[in-house]
């Protein structure tokens, strides 16, 4: 870490290769598995100062839900701490004792929640990968971000492994020290970039939605999310569905297995396909036959007489109730034909200010929130766009660059949609 940096050329042409990170400049430190040892990577981290590089590992396509097993820091000046969260789960103490200091991740939004479920409530954040969309840049895996703006390589051969296993292996805690290693230089880098292009203002709103960002609510009907489920055509496959789907989240929970490792979907879908009215016919679906399935089929037999059963008023609906918002973008020329002409203009200007900007559109603005405001445009006032925009949890930031090109445009919308009454 103490080699000079060349500056990552932004050009096409071939820089030099990106030098390999394989552990930190001091090492990898131990594994904290104590209180003891928590207490003396706190008091160092108390006894310097300046942000907090940090970051979180689960068990994702191992285990049920989405718990962290490792939680990484760094401050300058006080090293790394690896805390084992198997065996630590109430880092409050660490919050606590950090005070107001900034912490910095990359993808925030994914680490954030697991943080919080360990006591770790940051007072600032600063989030690398977001600061990378704000700057348009194309790539925005932290790899990348680390190869461009610093000039490293970084392994990531570990990044999808079972982080619920101990002992864990040192190869494995020397990418998830990487992960924190350089994250406060990085930091400063894509800092100093915001700031020459003017979107300093712009990151911070965007860290402190994220920062402050409730938890998010259930989704409604959560089974019709299993793969494959949309060829399913019928009430009472779609009970199969459903029914297989709840089953199976309760042996995932019970046994903290992830659900694919339960059941696969592929399976759930081909018996609402094949709707089999014995056991016997189950076993003959394909997607039923492979060793393990076919073992269990008995266990998994009574959820789908279950659904067989199921007297007709108490099927699940063919399609998934209708939310607050407005229907999908292709009823609208026949519902609203005039919201349909704004949402084209909308996607115009959008798009023309994500390439002057070189924000993404996505970043620009929320997509609801954008077929929202064209279906319940009623208003010709800036004001109005703007009052909306703000209830739809627009940042300033981005009321600011949008309000007043989206009223013009609906503004030209309102013409179009005229004339096409006129001529028709």
């Known amino acids: 870490?103490?080699?000079?940096?060349?500056?990552?050329?932004?050009?096409?042409?071939?820089?030099?290769?990106?030098?390999?990170?394989?552990?930190?400049?001091d090492g990898v430190p131990d594994l904290i598995t104590t209180r003891a040892q928590l207490r003396e990577a706190i008091d160092a981290f108390c006894a310097v100062d300046g942000p907090i590089a940090a970051d979180?590992?689960?068990?994702?396509?191992?285990?049920?839900?989405?718990?962290?097993?490792?939680?990484?820091?760094?401050?300058?000046?006080?090293?790394?701490?690896?805390?084992?969260?198997?065996?630590?789960?109430?880092?409050?103490?660490?919050?606590?004792?950090m005070g107001d200091a900034e912490y910095v991740f990359h993808a925030a939004s994914q680490d954030l929640p697991g943080m919080k479920d360990?006591?770790?409530?940051?007072?600032?954040?600063?989030?690398?990968?977001?600061?990378?969309?704000?700057?348009?840049?194309p790539k925005v895996g932290l790899a990348s971000v680390v190869e461009r703006e610093l000039g490293f390589a970084l392994a990531k051969e570990h990044s999808a492994q079972d982080w619920s296993v101990r002992p864990l292996p040192d190869s494995w805690l020397a990418y998830a020290a990487l992960d924190v290693e350089i994250l406060i230089e990085l930091r400063e880098g894509l800092a100093a970039h915001l700031e020459a292009?003017?979107?300093?203002?712009?990151?911070?709103?965007?860290?402190?939605?994220?920062?402050?960002?409730?938890?998010?609510?259930?989704?409604?009907?959560?089974?019709?999310?299993?793969?494959?489920?949309?060829?399913?055509?019928?009430?009472?496959?779609?009970?199969?569905?459903?029914?297989?789907?709840?089953?199976?989240?309760?042996?995932?929970?019970?046994?903290?297995?992830?659900?694919?490792?339960?059941?696969?979907?592929?399976?759930?879908?081909?018996?609402?396909?094949?709707?089999?009215?014995?056991l016997d016919a189950l076993l003959e679906i394909p997607q039923w036959r492979t060793r393990g399935t076919k073992k269990a089929a008995?266990?998994?037999?009574?959820?789908?007489?279950?659904?067989?059963?199921?007297?007709?008023?108490?099927?699940?609906?063919?399609?998934?109730p209708a939310g607050d918002g407005p229907p999908p973008p292709r009823a609208w020329p026949d519902k609203q034909p005039e919201a349909a002409v704004?949402?084209?203009?909308?996607?115009?200007?959008?798009?023309?200010?994500?390439?002057?900007?070189?924000?993404?559109?996505?970043?620009l603005l929320q997509p609801d929130a954008v077929r929202r405001l064209c279906w319940e445009y009623r208003d010709g006032s800036v004001e109005w766009v703007k009052s909306f925009l703000e209830s739809r949890s627009a940042?300033?930031?981005?009321?600011?660059l949008t309000a007043t090109a989206l009223t013009e445009a609906f503004a030209q919308a309102a013409v179009q949609a005229r004339q096409q009454e006129y001529t028709s």
């Open 1 to 25: 870490m103490n080699a000079p940096v060349e500056e990552p050329s932004t050009d096409e042409a071939e820089g030099p290769e990106p030098l390999l990170l394989t552990e930190p400049a």
């Open 56 to 97: 979180a590992e689960r068990a994702s396509g191992f285990r049920y839900g989405q718990a962290t097993y490792l939680a990484q820091f760094k401050r300058a000046g006080a090293g790394i701490a690896l805390i084992d969260t198997a065996a630590i789960s109430d880092l409050s103490e660490f919050d606590a004792a």
């Open 118 to 137: 360990l006591g770790i409530f940051p007072a600032a954040i600063f989030d690398t990968e977001v600061a990378a969309r704000l700057l348009g840049w």
């Open 197 to 278: 292009a003017g979107k300093s203002e712009w990151a911070r709103q965007e860290f402190e939605a994220i920062r402050l960002a409730p938890a998010s609510e259930p989704r409604a009907d959560p089974w019709r999310r299993t793969s494959g489920t949309h060829t399913v055509r019928d009430q009472r496959g779609l009970a199969i569905v459903k029914s297989l789907w709840q089953e199976r989240e309760r042996e995932a929970q019970r046994r903290d297995v992830t659900p694919s490792r339960v059941l696969r979907d592929a399976a759930i879908v081909a018996a609402a396909r094949a709707k089999p009215t014995t």
């Open 298 to 320: 008995p266990r998994w037999w009574p959820s789908i007489h279950t659904a067989l059963t199921l007297p007709d008023k108490e099927l699940p609906a063919r399609r998934a």
């Open 342 to 363: 704004r949402l084209a203009h909308a996607k115009d200007t959008l798009a023309e200010l994500s390439r002057r900007h070189d924000v993404p559109l996505e970043n």
């Open 395 to 400: 940042r300033p930031w981005q009321v600011a």
